[in-house]
Every structure is written in C-alpha cells, then in structure tokens.
C-alpha cells in the first residue's frame, strides 16, 4: 500500500529553520508529482509548493516564496522543504501529498501522509 511518512517537525523560533521529510513507500516514487500542503489551527488547506517527478519543476506559493525549497532524492523515495526565515504564520500541520501523475498542475492529489505539526514560537 501507498505509505506517506514526514518526520522533522518541531518548535522553532521565528526567523529559524526546519527542514520536513517524507518518505514514500508503495509506489514507484520517481514517476509522480509531490506536493506539501499545511493547515493551520481553524483554517483551511493551504498548499505550499509542489515538484514535478524528476524534481526538474517546482513551484511555491507567494507565502512561502524565496524561504522554503521543496526537493526530492528519488534513489531514496524521499521528499524534502527545507524551511527558512519561518514566521509565526508558518504554524501549521504540514502534509506530504502524492500526486496522480508526473505534474502537479496536470493531476489530481491521491494521497497524503498523516502531517508533521510545525510551531513557530517565541
């Protein structure tokens, strides 16, 4: 079975940095688009930057832009974001999610892991 597993979360101050993994298991990791999605306390769904199945094409969302990085090592089947600059606003539970193809702009999300909760407090 498709098994999606981030670790790395954690406290951190603002201005300080994180970095989330996620590792894929269940499926040929290579082929397919991921993702990472956040929800914070009472919100709704936020996504946050995608990567296409080589890592060759990313994309973040202005919120996040020129702070976070999102990569992939698909030897190891592992997704990355490396997280900087974090604000308080990142507070969040983040989700490592699949995609149904190779692009996150051309498929539809399949399957997400449980999230690692990120606080970013003074």
């Known amino acids: 079975e498709v098994q999606l597993v981030e670790s790395g979360g954690g406290l951190v101050q603002p201005g300080g940095s994180l970095r989330l993994s996620c590792t894929a298991s269940g499926f040929t990791f290579r082929a397919y688009a991921m993702s990472w999605v956040r929800q914070a306390q009472g919100k709704g769904l936020e996504w946050v930057s995608g990567?296409?199945?080589?890592?060759?094409?990313?994309t973040s969302a202005d919120s996040v832009k020129g702070r976070f990085t999102i990569s992939r090592d698909n030897t190891k089947n592992t997704l990355f974001l490396e997280m900087n600059s974090l604000k308080p606003e990142d507070t969040a539970v983040y989700y490592c999610v699949k995609y149904s193809g190779t692009y996150y702009k051309t498929s539809l999300t399949d399957y997400w892991g449980q999230g690692a909760q990120v606080t970013v407090s003074s």
């Open positions: 990567i296409n199945n080589s890592g060759e094409s990313t």
